[in-house]
């Protein structure tokens, strides 16, 4: 069946972006003081996973809610089920946006909002992929499924939910990465070490505050500190800021001071990408005669922590030729003076290490000290060979619509849902050459990109299920 996908897919071109001003208009990350038995993981993914099935539904699609935690759109029929994993959850906004995070804002050909790269934007383009064939009459061999989660962005709670409750797919791919192909994602494990809340010495340690998510590097930092001489700490923050890639403000209360530092989000996958705040303010104020749990809590951040993506001072460094570095994001970094302490390590790493490695470098650094390191969810790393047919025939799609007839499946650090399937891959849709702003303010998507993924999906839907 000859069809132009890419013409077909401008004929789409408002309806899509009415669509996605919909979704993008839902803040739809996680926030579980807000959680009730409608809303387990809060109001806002609930709310974008609804308004996903209602678009569904008005285009003429069977869709099914499962509890408000993933939902799906089902066309054609068979004994295989070919599954497109995208989710309706977003990171929170974080600070430092130039726009609404939550308007889908159109400026110099780029869409910008939380959302329009992760995944909103890419997950809607692969929803009118599928809706292309239904209104083209074109019946499948195959059973599809379009699922959306609703915690892709913390825990999976919803695609776990869906895989209790329903058979697991044949074959699938997740619009949730980027082009070419993703056939190889990095292991994932997230660690946190707890600090009890003692101060001892002439300076004492309040607050300390920084990062949203582990998979995050933490564009913002706050501390509270006590201090004798806070002339002296201002004189000493100021030669800081002028040699550190960070801006920050201090204010001072009498013997108080309140520290604020400024870096650059960027996803959790490669730290290099960001700037973090959190780091940067313990480097600083591990100068300084803190004692007890908060010397212990700066010396881990700023001395085996601080701008090592690759974990070389927790002798952990590793390198796989087929799935690259290991990674390491210091995402969250709590402190409460007279309570406790708590710094979040999350490590993306390839095959030849893992979870036993990583822990037993952490008890290492942390061995002087009175801490606890409890190991979070780990997911192992995986790997679809490229000669398998769903990695094939994608990218021969990807290089008929693009031209890129040199392109070669990729290995990430990057966690999607096609690692939850034996023969899942990740598909777009961010393009080579566009800048990747996921989990940053002023997240965006050209707007010619989606459209062109788009079309992308639309063939690559057909040509599976044909």
Do not use: C
């Amino acid at each position: 069946m000859a069809i132009d996908w890419q013409k077909l897919a401008q004929h789409y071109r408002d309806a899509y972006l009415a669509d996605l001003k919909t979704l993008v208009g839902i803040d739809s990350s996680r926030d579980d003081s807000q959680a009730t038995a409608d809303y387990p993981l809060g109001p806002g993914p609930a709310k974008a996973l609804i308004a996903f099935l209602d678009l569904a539904k008005r285009d003429g699609f069977t869709v099914k809610n499962l509890d408000n935690l993933v939902g799906y759109v089902e066309y054609g029929s068979g004994d295989q089920t070919l599954a497109i994993l995208g989710h309706a959850d977003v990171m929170p906004a974080g600070k430092g946006w130039s726009t609404d995070p939550f308007e889908l804002t159109a400026k110099d050909g780029n869409l910008y909002g939380r959302g329009t790269s992760d995944d909103k934007g890419p997950a809607l383009a692969a929803y009118y992929g599928l809706k292309m064939l239904k209104d083209q009459g074109i019946d499948p061999k195959m059973k599809i499924r379009f699922i959306i989660g609703t915690d892709e962005e913390s825990d999976w709670t919803g695609m776990t939910h869906y895989l209790d409750l329903e058979p697991a797919p044949t074959l699938g791919f997740s619009p949730d990465a980027e082009f070419p192909l993703i056939n190889g994602e990095k292991g994932n494990v997230t660690f946190e070490t707890h600090f009890g809340g003692r101060n001892v010495g002439p300076f004492t340690l309040q607050t300390f505050e920084s990062g949203l998510r582990m998979n995050m590097v933490p564009r913002d930092a706050e501390v509270t500190v006590t201090v004798p001489d806070p002339a002296k700490l201002k004189t000493s923050f100021d030669m800081f800021l002028a040699h550190a890639p960070v801006t920050g403000d201090l204010t001072v209360d009498g013997t108080t001071a309140h520290l604020q530092v400024v870096g650059k989000a960027a996803h959790g996958m490669e730290p290099k990408n960001g700037i973090n705040a959190g780091t940067y303010l313990a480097t600083f104020l591990g100068q300084f005669e803190f004692g007890g749990d908060a010397a212990d809590f700066l010396h881990l951040i700023a001395n085996d922590l601080h701008d090592d993506s690759r974990a070389h001072r927790l002798g952990l460094n590793y390198t796989d030729d087929v799935m690259g570095d290991l990674t390491m994001n210091v995402g969250i970094m709590t402190f409460k003076a007279d309570q406790a302490g708590l710094v979040n390590t999350n490590f993306r790493y390839p095959t030849g290490t893992g979870a036993a490695q990583i822990l037993a470098g952490l008890k290492r650094a942390t061995a002087q000290m009175t801490v606890t390191v409890e190991q979070g969810r780990e997911m192992v790393p995986h790997y679809v060979d490229p000669s398998d047919p769903i990695v094939a025939t994608l990218m021969d799609v990807y290089r008929q619509q693009t031209g890129d007839t040199t392109a070669q499946p990729e290995v990430v650090g990057g966690g999607t849902y096609g690692r939850l399937m034996k023969r899942g891959v990740a598909f777009g849709a961010l393009f080579p050459g566009t800048a990747d702003t996921m989990h940053q303010a002023d997240e965006f998507q050209p707007e010619a990109d989606l459209l062109k993924a788009m079309a992308i999906y639309g063939q690559a839907t057909y040509e599976l299920t044909k």
